[in-house]
């Protein structure tokens, strides 16, 4: 009986751990907890099909160059923020809105 309390303990710390590196990782900033600049989608596809790497910040509204198409909470040049997503990862996350 004792073994099998001891993986279940291992296996329940592993998904609290986990979860937390997921929480982490999913957290995308929202625009109903605070005033941000969030780009159109019209935007985002553009940029996408551009081909160039760029990334837009979520707080200041900012686009940023050479921006890999996947990141997540770059440093903004212009606010400072760690809010510079690239377009296509804005695009999986579901950001825009159409003006």
Same mark, same amino acid.
């Given at each position: 009986?004792?073994?099998?309390?001891?993986?279940?303990?291992?296996?329940?710390?592993?998904?609290?751990?986990?979860?937390?590196?997921?929480?982490?990782?999913?957290?995308?900033?929202?625009?109903?907890?605070?005033?941000?600049?969030?780009?159109?989608?019209?935007?985002?596809?553009?940029?996408? +099909?551009?081909?160039?790497?760029?990334?837009? #910040?979520? *707080? &200041? /509204? @900012?686009?940023?160059?050479?921006? +890999?198409?996947?990141?997540?909470?770059?440093? #903004?040049? *212009? &606010? /400072? @923020?760690?809010?510079?997503?690239?377009?296509?990862?804005?695009?999986?996350?579901?950001?825009? *809105?159409?003006?």
């Amino acid at each position: 009986m004792r073994p099998v309390r001891l993986a279940r303990q291992r296996e329940e710390l592993w998904a609290i751990r986990h979860r937390r590196e997921l929480l982490a990782y999913a957290r995308i900033p929202s625009p109903l907890t605070r005033e941000s600049v969030m780009p159109s989608i019209d935007q985002i596809v553009e940029a996408v +099909e551009s081909g160039e790497y760029l990334g837009f #910040c979520l *707080e &200041c /509204g @900012a686009e940023h160059d050479g921006c +890999e198409p996947d990141a997540r909470e770059y440093e #903004c040049r *212009e &606010c /400072g @923020a760690r809010a510079v997503y690239g377009a296509e990862e804005c695009l999986l996350m579901g950001v825009g *809105e159409n003006p």
